[in-house]
T-cell receptor
């Protein structure tokens, strides 16, 4: 299994509070991704990174920001959590360099009350 | 129209049977295709890549039909442990982004 961890694994928070989710990899992969997964939808890309300090928006980036100060860590921040951000969040890594395969962390289940 | 569409199922199949499901994609420029498997409340895991000539991995066979823009997954001699949701994934043509189908749920019954 790819060395990807996510923390926390579960979180309940109140509307309006900031929340930061962490993804940590030990594979030294260049690409890292944050997705959310909701019933009836495929995984939807929030933000991704193609290197340290290099990030870009995905399909559903509104209300989220990211940072990548080290190769191994990719942080996702909900600036002011809303109930619509209740979801399961997955981090993934990929080598890039002509391969599209991605490998996932175990996920974070976030509930915004 | 969704970029990647799958029949959500569930497909209820007896153990030992053969089951197949398709996935259609809208971007004719897509070059890379995958099937992932996701168990309940777990992360997606890569099952297999789909190559132009079709490919097989044990009981699993994947096919690509570019003309009709669909990929398929065939599972032979199905096992109880094959019960999962199968996700169809297609690349966008830049920045290693993937477009995910919502998944097909497969239930293998004894």
């Amino acid at each position: 299994d790819a060395g990807i961890t996510q923390s926390p694994r579960h979180k309940v928070t109140e509307t309006g509070t900031p929340v930061t989710l962490r993804c940590h990899q030990t594979e030294n992969h260049r690409y890292m991704y944050w997705y959310r997964q909701d019933p009836g939808h495929g995984l939807r890309l929030i933000h991704y990174s193609y290197g340290v300090k290099d990030t870009d928006k995905g399909e559903v980036s509104d209300g989220y920001s990211v940072s990548r100060s080290k190769t191994e860590d990719f942080l996702l921040t909900l600036e002011s959590a809303t109930s619509s951000q209740t979801s399961v969040y997955f981090c993934a890594i990929g080598q890039g360099a002509s391969t599209y395969e991605q490998y996932f962390g175990p996920g974070t289940r976030l509930t915004v009350t | 129209r969704k970029e990647v569409e799958q029949d959500p199922g569930p497909f209820n199949v007896p153990e030992g049977a053969t089951v197949a499901f398709n996935c259609t994609y809208s971007n004719s420029a897509s070059q890379s295709f995958f099937w992932y498997r996701q168990d309940c409340r777990k992360e997606p895991k890569l099952l297999m890549s789909v190559y132009s000539s079709g490919n097989e991995d044990g009981r699993f066979t994947a096919q690509l039909n570019r003309a009709s823009q669909y990929i398929s997954l065939l599972i032979r001699d199905s096992k109880l442990s094959d019960s999962a949701t199968y996700l169809c994934v297609v690349n966008m043509d830049s920045n290693y982004q993937l477009i995910w189908g919502a998944g097909t749920k497969l239930i293998i019954k004894p």
